[in-house]
């Protein structure tokens, strides 16, 4: 399969998983106005909250790890931009429903994309699909905010 | 993957600082005459990042943020090195999404690392911190003005330690 198509189909499958991470979740999302989000942050910064099952925090540890490896090694001039303001935090409460990972882009690369899974599937596409699965049991509800600096 | 926009009421300690703020300084002298101050929970070891997410009144950003600008530049001019560090440390940022009406809007600000032994809260960073000429009259002035904003723009405080991944 070529990395294009993989990337297509993870991408794809992907867009499955807050639907069914909402079925598994009790409060309801407000349905979203405007233009759907995206993993761009055309503002220059951006922060993605992921709610992660704490039985599974591992698995996303092992993703994140995964992650790392495939954003230091990535080609494109872009993604090595994206990597060096690419900060992970883990909440230190702790957790209730969820284990809370932050992904933090500041400054974010203006039209480049986020998507942890896009990056996984480009640079370890071997890995890609189940690296993805591990993700999508684990992961429970995401959370994007489109930051501006203030100062 | 779709994503979720943000949503403001999640588990994060809130702490309203500011309401607190008030009777803590009004009453500070006998306060810390007679009993061991409370732990400030807006001050931190230095060793791992933490995250302030704030919610400022809907139609009041502007009035946030000349005060939150007004403090960062008061701490960097300080004389102390601690103080510059710590304005230094406050990077402040806006969600840019367009909210519904009256909804207040989050603004994150991020310490990585926060610095060590420096209190975040605002009344004392204003009153207590010795950027500030609190204790002279006309710089007594210039502090409440600069805390009447917050008053008027700040709806909550939250403090969210980190590790860093």
């Given at each position: 399969?070529?990395?294009?198509?993989?990337?297509?189909?993870?991408?794809?499958?992907?867009?499955?998983?807050?639907?069914?991470?909402?079925?598994?979740?009790?409060?309801?999302?407000?349905?979203?106005?405007?233009?759907?989000?995206?993993?761009?942050?055309?503002?220059?910064?951006?922060?993605?909250?992921?709610?992660?099952?704490?039985?599974?925090?591992?698995?996303?540890?092992?993703?994140?790890?995964?992650?790392?490896?495939?954003?230091?090694?990535?080609?494109?001039?872009?993604?090595?931009?994206?990597?060096?303001?690419?900060?992970?935090?883990?909440?230190?409460?702790?957790?209730?429903?969820?284990?809370?990972?932050?992904?933090?882009?500041?400054?974010?690369?203006?039209?480049?994309?986020?998507?942890?899974?896009?990056?996984?599937?480009?640079?370890?596409?071997?890995?890609?699909?189940?690296?993805?699965?591990?993700?999508?049991?684990?992961?429970?509800?995401?959370?994007?905010?489109?930051?501006?600096?203030?100062r | 993957?779709?994503?979720?926009?943000?949503?403001?009421?999640?588990?994060?300690?809130?702490?309203?600082?500011?309401?607190?703020?008030?009777?803590?300084?009004?009453?500070?002298?006998?306060?810390?005459?007679?009993?061991?101050?409370?732990?400030?929970?807006?001050?931190?070891?230095?060793?791992?990042?933490?995250?302030?997410?704030?919610?400022?009144?809907?139609?009041?950003?502007?009035?946030?943020?000349?005060?939150f600008s007004a403090i960062r530049t008061g701490l960097s001019a300080a004389?102390k090195p601690a103080l510059q560090a710590q304005g230094k440390s406050m990077n402040l940022?806006?969600?840019?999404?367009?909210?519904?009406?009256?909804?207040?809007?989050?603004?994150?600000?991020?310490?990585?690392?926060?610095v060590?032994?420096q209190?975040y809260?605002?009344?004392?960073m204003?009153?207590?911190s010795?950027a500030?000429?609190?204790?002279?009259?006309?710089?007594?002035?210039?502090?409440?003005?600069?805390?009447?904003?917050?008053?008027?723009?700040?709806?909550?405080?939250?403090?969210?330690?980190?590790?860093?991944?």
């Amino acid at each position: 399969m070529s990395r294009a198509l993989l990337a297509a189909c993870v991408v794809a499958a992907a867009a499955l998983l807050p639907a069914m991470a909402h079925a598994q979740d009790a409060p309801p999302t407000p349905p979203a106005t405007g233009p759907a989000a995206t993993y761009e942050f055309a503002s220059g910064a951006g922060l993605l909250i992921f709610h992660v099952a704490p039985a599974k925090a591992a698995d996303f540890d092992a993703v994140l790890a995964r992650l790392k490896v495939a954003l230091s090694t990535a080609d494109s001039l872009s993604r090595r931009q994206q990597a060096a303001n690419w900060l992970i935090y883990k909440s230190a409460e702790p957790p209730g429903e969820s284990v809370v990972y932050l992904f933090l882009f500041d400054p974010a690369v203006p039209k480049a994309s986020y998507d942890p899974l896009l990056v996984l599937a480009e640079s370890l596409p071997a890995e890609a699909q189940p690296l993805y699965e591990r993700m999508k049991a684990a992961v429970l509800r995401i959370e994007r905010m489109g930051l501006t600096k203030v100062r | 993957m779709r994503l979720f926009g943000f949503l403001p009421v999640v588990s994060r300690r809130v702490v309203v600082a500011l309401g607190v703020a008030g009777m803590l300084f009004t009453g500070a002298a006998t306060a810390q005459a007679q009993e061991p101050a409370a732990a400030d929970p807006f001050k931190f070891d230095g060793a791992n990042p933490v995250m302030l997410m704030l919610q400022v009144k809907s139609g009041q950003e502007a009035v946030f943020e000349e005060a939150f600008s007004a403090i960062r530049t008061g701490l960097s001019a300080a004389e102390k090195p601690a103080l510059q560090a710590q304005g230094k440390s406050m990077n402040l940022m806006r969600l840019t999404a367009d909210l519904p009406p009256g909804q207040a809007r989050p603004y994150v600000v991020l310490l990585d690392p926060p610095v060590a032994g420096q209190s975040y809260d605002f009344t004392q960073m204003l009153y207590y911190s010795g950027a500030w000429k609190a204790d002279d009259v006309e710089g007594r002035k210039v502090v409440d003005a600069i805390f009447e904003k917050l008053k008027a723009s700040v709806e909550q405080q939250a403090i969210w330690p980190l590790a860093k991944k």
